[in-house]
């Protein structure tokens, strides 16, 4: 409920203050687990990833905002969960597997961190491996004019991608590298 309400009184803020525009959601699988990717250059880009599905998304957030007593529990609330950046959070991982095994939607920005310049950077293999072990979609999205507060927001939602060559099998590090390049190739076609 509290997800909901959230959701439809900051799409109407957007809309008013920042004149978004969300194009390709006929793109968004209507049901079944799916990770959805995204670039990220601002605080926003999650609030702004969350109002433009109508599928509630679940967020892998960094550990340091839980320790934040407010912000916690709001983002907590909004089904968010912790993520150790700087090393394997298996708890973290079983998690995101479990919300995708059961039909949900999973959100994780694959730089890592937010880009300062605004290009994209490198892809860590975390997406692309949750996407293999879970059996689902990749669904890539653009975010334009996150950053600042005035610009219009525009939001781009490509095609799913969908593995079933890597879901047969074990895929290696190489193979998970190349995939999570693959989908940052398709980010950077919806920037344009």
């Not at 049901?31 to 990833?49: A, E, F, R, T, Y």
């Amino acid at each position: 409920m509290f997800y909901t309400v959230l959701r439809v009184i900051i799409r109407g803020i957007l809309l008013v203050w920042r004149r978004w525009e969300v194009i390709g959601l006929e793109h968004l699988p209507a049901k079944g687990g799916l990770v959805v990717v995204s670039n990220h250059v601002s605080n926003l880009d999650p609030v702004v990833v969350g109002c433009a599905l109508t599928r509630r998304i679940h967020f892998m957030a960094k550990v340091e905002l839980f320790k934040i007593p407010v912000l916690a529990t709001i983002i907590t609330l909004l089904g968010a969960f912790p993520v150790n950046r700087e090393k394997s959070d298996r708890h973290a991982i079983r998690k995101a597997l479990e919300l995708l095994q059961t039909g949900n939607v999973v959100g994780v920005f694959p730089e890592g961190t937010r880009s300062k310049t605004g290009e994209l950077q490198k892809p860590h293999i975390g997406a692309a491996m949750l996407a293999v072990k879970a059996n689902v979609p990749i669904l890539p999205m653009a975010l334009k004019g996150t950053r600042g507060s005035l610009d219009k927001i525009t939001v781009v939602i490509g095609e799913p991608v969908y593995l079933p060559e890597l879901w047969r099998g074990r895929p290696g590090k190489e193979e998970l590298e190349a995939l999570s390049e693959q989908v940052m190739g398709k980010i950077s076609g919806l920037l344009e």
